[in-house]
T-cell receptor, first 114, second 114 residues
Framework: KAGVTQTPRYLIKTRGQQVTLSCSPISGHRSVSWYQQTPGQGLQFLFE???????NKGNFPGRFSGRQFSNSRSEMNVSTLELGDSALYLCASSPNPDPTDTQYFGPGTRLTVL | AQSVTQLGSHVSVSEGALVLLRCNYSSSVPPYLFWYVQYPNQGLQLLLKYTTGATLVKGINGFEAEFKKSETSFHLTKPSAHMSDAAEYFCAVSVGSSASKIIFGSGTRLSIRP
């Protein structure tokens, strides 16, 4: 079974631009979550989707948004990029949003904002 | 509020030596606890998790962890380190009704000396 895939793997943008990241979960997984990883703040939860609905959202500004499609694939969007948005963005999928379900992580998208 | 503290941002051991990575948590309710490993330029991989039941949890790659409620600890151990164990390790606690509402520790980088 294929793992979680994220595209693109690397992105370079400039301040003020916007970016869209994509995540394809493991087949059959309906829950998708996004995390931001930076050296300073560590791993922080962004948001979670299940059955095309946002179930939970972390403490991030409204510039960060996401959505999930009927095939469970998910996208996240960051508008008006700031230098501090440079990070590794990780997507994880699980069969259901059960706290005991194992989350499977993708390799991440490394975003650099210049 | 729930939190996770990993003692030691960097641990170095000799190949064949015992690996001990420390994790303490704070939670007002019975927690679900996890250890993840991250290799360079990759996403996170679940090593093991504690949900309920047996407090000694065995994971992949020879790692195990023991949930000690009285000490609010969930330390990760491996009897004999291998060069391939060099990576960053994250302890995490699940804080809500969803797999994504998880708080990660700041991580411990494990180095293995030949």
């Amino acid at each position: 079974k294929a793992g979680v895939t994220q595209t693109p793997r690397y992105l370079i943008k400039t301040r003020g631009q916007q970016v869209t990241l994509s995540c394809s979960p493991i087949s059959g997984h309906r829950s998708v979550s996004w995390y931001q990883q930076t050296p300073g703040q560590g791993l922080q939860f962004l948001f979670e989707y299940f059955s095309e609905t946002q179930r939970n959202k972390g403490n991030f500004p409204g510039r960060f948004s996401g959505r999930q499609f009927s095939n469970s694939r998910s996208e996240m969007n960051v508008s008006t990029l700031e230098l501090g948005d440079s990070a590794l963005y990780l997507c994880a999928s699980s069969p259901n949003p059960d706290p005991t379900d194992t989350q499977y992580f993708g390799p991440g998208t490394r975003l650099t904002v210049l | 509020a729930q939190s996770v503290t990993q003692l030691g941002s960097h641990v170095s051991v000799s190949e064949g030596a015992l690996v001990l990575l420390r994790c303490n948590y704070s939670s007002s309710v019975p927690p679900y606890l996890f250890w993840y490993v991250q290799y360079p330029n990759q996403g996170l991989q679940l090593l093991l998790k504690y949900t309920t039941g047996a407090t000694l949890v065995k994971g992949i790659n020879g790692f195990e962890a023991e949930f000690k409620k009285s000490e609010t600890s969930f330390h990760l151990t491996k009897p004999s380190a291998h060069m391939s164990d060099a990576a960053e390790y994250f302890c995490a606690v699940s804080v809500g009704s969803s797999a994504s509402k998880i708080i990660f520790g700041s991580g411990t980088r494990l180095s293995i000396r030949p």
